[in-house]
């Protein structure tokens, strides 16, 4: 959990080995200590491979669940720009979706 600078509460999905999940896709971090958002809950500005940039598709500043629910959709439903990620498909897509607890 962290207090993003405006007060919010945000939670993010940690696996048991202690590597964060992307809150849009679910996709596990290749960095431990890896976080879309610091302490204070300013984003990190780095691209998932789902396309989610955090710091600009959340517009830099909370409430970041709805952005994260909005880009989601897109995704889902193959709209969102992924050219360097890898091609998903929708059951590849839900099951990654699990790690969240959606």
């Known amino acids: 959990m962290i207090n993003t600078w405006n007060g919010e509460k945000v939670e993010l999905k940690i696996s048991s080995d202690g590597f964060c999940y992307c809150p849009v896709c679910g996709e596990k971090a ?6 879309p958002y610091d302490e204070n809950g300013h984003p990190s500005y780095d691209i998932c491979n789902c396309g989610f940039e955090y710091g600009f598709d959340d517009s830099g500043e909370p409430p970041y669940e709805k952005s994260w629910e909005n880009y989601r959709e897109k995704w889902l439903n193959g709209k969102a720009d992924v050219g360097f990620g890898k091609k998903m498909s929708m059951d590849e897509k ?5 790690n969240l607890e959606l």
């Open 30 to 35: 290749i960095n431990e200590q890896w976080r």
């Open 94 to 98: 839900l099951v990654q979706l699990k």
